[in-house]
Structures are given as C-alpha cells and as structure tokens.
C-alpha cells in the first residue's frame, strides 16, 4: 500500500483536535537517503495567545513566528540548549497555535529511544536549525497515515507547565492507551470522552 501524506486540511483544524487524530500516525524524516519514521503515541497542544502555557503568549518574535503561520508546517526549538523539540502548526494562519509530539514508537531506522520530544527528535535526526517552518506536504518531514488505530486515547494535563497557572490544568495531553512508548505522570488518565474540549 502506497504511503500517503496526510494534507494539509487535516492540520488546519482546532489543535486540540489535530493532537487527538495525531495519535497513530507516523512521522517521517527523510534524511538524506535514510527513511527514520516512528508512529506517534503522544501529543500536547498549545492553543492561541491566550494560553500562558504556550511560546506564543509573548507574540510572533523570530523563535515562534512558524506558529502563527499556515498550517501543516513544523515549529521546531531547542531547550536547555541542546534538545530539539517539535510540534506541527495547526489552525488557522495567524492563530497561533501547535501540537508538540511528545514521544513515538520506533518503526524504521530511529537513531535513539523516541519516548520524550527531544529523544523523539535525535532518533529521528530532526533539529531546529534545519527542520523548523518547514511545510510538511512537500519537505523532508512530514506525516503520514498510520495503520488503523486500535485501543482508546487517554488525556492528561501537560508536562511541565505548571508555570502557567490554570492553563497547566486544562487536559491537552493526549497518550495511545497501553501504549509502552508513552511519557511522564500516567496515574488517574482518564479514556474516552473526547468530544468535548474544554
């Protein structure tokens, strides 16, 4: 079966609903004449300026200005100096908002564990300075379909932002449920329910 990217009108929808349909696809660098792809299980989004958990919240400067972009393209940054980490544009242009994928399960040539954002990058050969804004129905990052997928999708609060007050409390971290390749807090998950987002 042919593998297909996935276009653009699937990331141009709200975040909170492009990270829950992100679970079980696969992304793919194609690293010069190397195909590195893992099936992601593991997603957090970042929606608007609003959300004082997200890069946007101090505006469009030089580091997240692919945010407010169109969607269906990378934004890619490093932390700590060292660990890249990346996230697809989601929503509508000037609307900043974007998913960060978390963590994936190795499928083909991964160069390092892929559970956490910055292992999930180095396995996969992806880094800020060559990956970020980029558009992901023609460059050398994209994302493609997954197999059907199979078991349910849990949510969470995200990782790391208590920083921000309520907004670190609202459920935008989406898991594949039994998923081994997943990452952080997994006690009182909660499955299901996903119509409404809050």
Request: aromatic share 8%.
């Amino acid at each position: 079966m042919p593998r297909r990217r996935l276009p653009r009108s699937f990331f141009a929808r709200d975040t909170r609903t492009v990270a829950r349909a992100l679970l079980g696809q696969v992304i793919v660098h194609q690293d010069g004449g190397v195909r590195r792809a893992a099936r992601i299980v593991e997603t957090e989004a970042y929606h608007g300026p609003r959300d004082r958990a997200s890069h946007a919240r101090f505006g469009p400067t030089a580091r997240v200005a692919p945010m407010f972009g169109p969607p269906g393209r990378t934004y890619v940054y490093r932390v700590y100096g060292m660990h890249h980490c990346m996230n697809v544009v989601t929503g509508p242009e000037g609307f900043p908002a974007a998913v960060l994928i978390r963590a994936a399960e190795p499928l083909e040539s991964c160069l390092h564990s892929t559970r956490g954002p910055g292992n999930l990058c180095r396995a996969l050969g992806i880094r800020s300075e060559r990956h970020s804004a980029l558009d992901l129905a023609t460059g050398p990052v994209w994302i493609e379909a997954g197999p059907a997928r199979r078991g349910g999708v849990l949510r969470t609060p995200r990782v790391g932002v208590d920083y921000a007050g309520a907004w670190s409390r609202r459920p935008w971290r989406f898991l594949l449920a039994g998923s081994p390749w997943t990452t952080g807090p997994k006690s009182r998950l909660r499955a299901g329910r996903e119509s409404t987002i809050s």
